[in-house]
């Protein structure tokens, strides 16, 4: 079960799709279970899995409510619920039907819940400590996508012997540097370095730090004009990272493509030299699209905050950089325009990284854990 579901665009959608995919091959038949949108409510099949998208009736502080989750929970004929956090909603829902229906199930930790606003932390705080406690005790297992958050998370610390760490993945096949797009190569026009920033553009996303991104981007411009910035993805903020981006003065630095297929979506690091990803604060639970961008050969830019450190290694597959600071991200950006070699190399590294998470390694991991929580208590 998740918020929602691929087409929509979201780390924790991401995935559910592929880990789902990947069990299936495993022999296992999987039964999704999200919020309906961008689809139409109803059944869908794809991939061999089973898509039940339910009607959407609103957001409480980004989560989806869907009413008719706890009937369908209810009415599913499983062996064991698997649920994704950040949604309370639907991790108490999972928790209350998996004790109604005495059947186990499994918690995967994305991230702590981001405080997006000062009356949001509040909310958090009742939540974390009144709420979380209670329900978090219906799972049998707690999956952690790396040991890094787990020791920073103050909610991660005190799970206990039900935490397992099993890092995301990502399809090498899919993403791998042999990709190639004539097509999107007019992108690049006159510009000798590319950067690619792949993220929704939503207020829930601003953690992100795109604007962050911007203000490094002039200063870099400032310096060399002929670099490019790709953005990747859609949302509610894009008009407001489109007026920065003129108040910046780098229109001719800055392309939006807007929300991509993810069948296209390897073509876009085929064209680029690196990816970065400066998030602001451990709302960045782990941030797929850095192993996305390694499987494709390409090195990394990515703040030193969340569970990033887990994915790069400092010099070896990318650089680390202080978060918020648009002066060190500058930095970075211009001494790998400068050090093409050390781009190639890194480039490389990332690949191999990248191979240890195919989701077939993420999904026997997790089948792992199914069946300690199957056998617990017994």
Not at 36 to 61: A, T
Not at 72 to 89: E, M, T
Not at 228 to 238: F, N, P, R
Not at 329 to 341: C, D, G, R
Request: proline residues 7%; contains cysteine.
């Amino acid at each position: 079960m998740n918020s929602f579901y691929p087409p929509w665009r979201g780390g924790a959608e991401t995935y559910t799709y592929n880990l789902a995919k990947a069990l299936h091959r495993r022999g296992h038949e999987v039964t999704v279970v999200c919020a309906n949108e961008p689809l139409p409510p109803g059944e869908y099949e794809s991939n061999g899995l089973k898509v039940i998208r339910l009607r959407l009736w609103g957001r409480l502080y980004g989560t989806p409510i869907v009413p008719a989750l706890f009937t369908k929970l209810c009415q599913l004929d499983v062996d064991l619920y698997h649920a994704n956090f950040p949604s309370p909603y639907l991790a108490f829902n999972v928790a209350v039907v998996s004790q109604i229906k005495a059947k186990k199930a499994v918690l995967t930790w994305h991230n702590d819940l981001p405080p997006v606003t000062s009356a949001a932390g509040l909310l958090i705080e009742i939540h974390d400590r009144l709420v979380l406690p209670i329900y978090l005790r219906a799972y049998d297992r707690v999956i952690a996508t790396s040991q890094t958050y787990v020791e920073i998370s103050r909610i991660l610390r005190k799970v206990g012997p039900r935490l397992r760490v099993i890092p995301n993945g990502v399809d090498c096949k899919q993403f791998n540097p042999n990709v190639k797009s004539p097509q999107l190569e007019v992108l690049r026009a006159n510009k000798e370095f590319v950067l690619l920033f792949v993220g929704a553009l939503t207020k829930w996303h601003k953690y992100k730090g795109l604007d962050v991104l911007l203000q490094a981007l002039r200063i870099v411009a400032g310096s060399d004009p002929r670099v490019l910035l790709i953005i990747v993805g859609g949302g509610d903020l894009e008009p407001e990272y489109q007026q920065l981006t003129r108040q910046l003065g780098l229109t001719e630095n800055v392309t939006f493509v807007g929300d991509v297929p993810d069948g296209l979506l390897p073509q876009y690091y085929s064209i680029a030299d690196a990816l970065v990803l400066p998030s602001k604060d451990m709302s960045e639970g782990f941030g797929l699209t850095l192993l996305e961008a390694n499987a494709a050969g390409r090195p990394v830019i990515a703040s030193r905050v969340g569970g990033i450190p887990s994915v790069v290694q400092d010099g070896c597959n990318g650089l680390l950089v202080r978060p918020n600071s648009s002066a060190d991200l500058a930095k970075a950006i211009l001494h790998f325009k400068e050090k093409p070699e050390e781009v190639k190399r890194m480039g490389v590294n990332g690949r191999l990284l990248a191979e240890r998470h195919d989701w077939a390694n993420v999904a026997l991991q997790t089948e792992e854990v199914y069946q300690e929580a199957l056998s617990a208590g017994i």
